[in-house]
């Protein structure tokens, strides 16, 4: 099993497109909204595969216009 640290696992999803900065990791895993990540003492590790999870869970299907995505609530 490959494990990435925050700065790995940034750059791994900016190889993916998607712009996410270790802080930003870390906000997210304070906050909550972000990938699954695992800790070993006070390392906090992701796996790639669940990079990819989260990447996918947040894409909407393909639309040819605005109006087709879901509304948000306010």
Same mark, same amino acid.
């Given at each position: 099993?490959?494990?990435?640290?925050?700065?790995?696992?940034?750059?791994? =999803? /900016?190889? &993916? !497109?998607?712009?996410?900065?270790?802080?930003? @990791?870390? #906000? =997210? /895993?304070? &906050? !909550?909204?972000?990938?699954?990540?695992?800790? @070993?003492? #006070?390392?906090?590790?992701?796996?790639?595969?669940?990079?990819?999870?989260?990447?996918? #869970?947040?894409?909407?299907?393909?639309?040819?216009?605005?109006?087709?995505?879901?509304?948000?609530?306010?």
């Amino acid at each position: 099993m490959a494990l990435l640290n925050p700065k790995q696992a940034s750059h791994y =999803l /900016r190889e &993916k !497109g998607v712009i996410r900065s270790p802080v930003t @990791l870390r #906000n =997210l /895993r304070v &906050k !909550g909204g972000g990938p699954q990540f695992r800790k @070993l003492g #006070n390392n906090v590790f992701y796996e790639p595969q669940l990079l990819d999870e989260w990447i996918n #869970n947040r894409l909407t299907a393909p639309v040819a216009s605005t109006s087709e995505l879901p509304s948000r609530a306010a």
